[in-house]
C-alpha cells in the first residue's frame, strides 16, 4: 500500500497555522532565513516546496543566495548576524556545501535556539528528513506504539549521507532503536537487506529492485535522482507495490512530510524564542 506524504503533511500544516495565528496575536510572525550556494535544480526544488509550506502556516522566509566562490568568512559573518537578530527563527545553511565551507564548523556556527535542521550535535531540535521517516512509518500503524514496534523490528538504513542518510541514522541511535547500516562497502549488503522488516534507503539512485526485499517489507524511499526531468526514487514503485506491506512514493512521500517536519520545528523554535 502507498504511503500518502501529501495527506500527512496536510493534516500537519493545520495544526502549525493554528499555532502560528496565536503567535500572530502576539505580534511575532515565525521567520525562516536559508542560505544557499550557486544553482542546483533539486536545491531550486526543495526552496520552492519551503516557500509554499510556509505561506501554508503563514511563516515567512527570506533567501540569500550566494556564488559557489563564496569566501567562508562572508557565510561565518552572515551567520553570526542572524543569530542575534531576534527577528529571525530559524537559520538554514542549503546542502550541498562549497568545498571551501567546511560541514562540522558550519553545523556549529548556527546557534541552538535557531538549528531548526537539527544538524548541530547538541541541537534540541530532530532533523525534519529523520522526523519525516518516523512520521511515515506511524502512519502504518494502528494504536501500536511507534518505539515499541521499531524495537521489534529488523531495521536496515541505507546510505550514510550528510543531508539523509546520517541524520536518519543518528536518530534512530538517539531513540535507542537498533539498526543495521548499509553502504557501499558494506559486506552481504544483500543478505542484510533481504531480511530486513523495514527498509529505509537515503541513496539517490536505483539500488532496489522486487528480487532485493523479502515479501511484506515496510519500505520507506528518501534518496531522490532525476531522470529525463522526472524525480525518482530508490526503487521502482510499479516494480515492488505489490511485494510491500507499504512503501512511500517519489514524490509524495518522504518530501512533503520532510518540509513540513521543518515547518514544525520552526515553528517550535518561534514559540520557544517568544515565550
Known sequence: MKIDGVKIAEEILENLKDRVDELKEKKVIPHLYIITFGTNP?????????LFRAKQIGAKITIKKFP????????????????????????IVQRPLP?????????????????VDGFHPHSTFFPPVALAVIKLIESTLDSL??????????????????????????LFKRLNIKSKIVDSKT??????????????????????????????????????HTVDEKLKG??????????????????????????????????????????
Open 42 to 50: 533539486q536545491t531550486e526544488s526543495y526552496l520552492k516546496q519551503k
Open 68 to 91: 559557489v566562490s563564496v569566501l567562508p568568512k562572508t557565510v561565518f559573518n552572515l551567520i553570526e548576524k542572524l543569530n542575534k537578530d531576534k527577528k529571525v527563527n530559524g537559520i
Open 99 to 115: 568545498k571551501q565551507i567546511g560541514e562540522e564548523k558550519i553545523c556549529l556556527a548556527v546557534s541552538l535556539p535557531k538549528d
Open 145 to 170: 506504539d511507534i518505539k515499541d514496534y521499531l524495537k521489534s523490528k529488523k531495521i536496515v538504513l541505507i546510505g550514510k549521507g550528510t543531508t539523509a542518510g546520517k541524520p536518519i541514522i543518528n
Open 187 to 224: 559486506k552481504d549488503k544483500k543478505k542484510i537487506i533481504k531480511s530486513a522488516d523495514i527498509i529505509v534507503s537515503s541513496v539517490g539512485k536505483k539500488i532496489i529492485g522486487k528480487d532485493d526485499i523479502k515479501k511484506n517489507v515496510l519500505l520507506i524511499g528518501v534518496g531522490m
Open 234 to 275: 530508490d526503487f521502482e514503485q510499479e516494480e515492488i507495490k505489490d511485494k510491500v506491506s507499504f512503501y512511500s512514493p517519489t514524490p509524495g512521500g518522504v518530501g512533503p512530510v520532510n518540509v513540513t517536519m521543518l515547518m514544525k520545528n520552526l515553528v517550535e523554535a518561534t514559540e520557544n524564542q517568544s515565550s
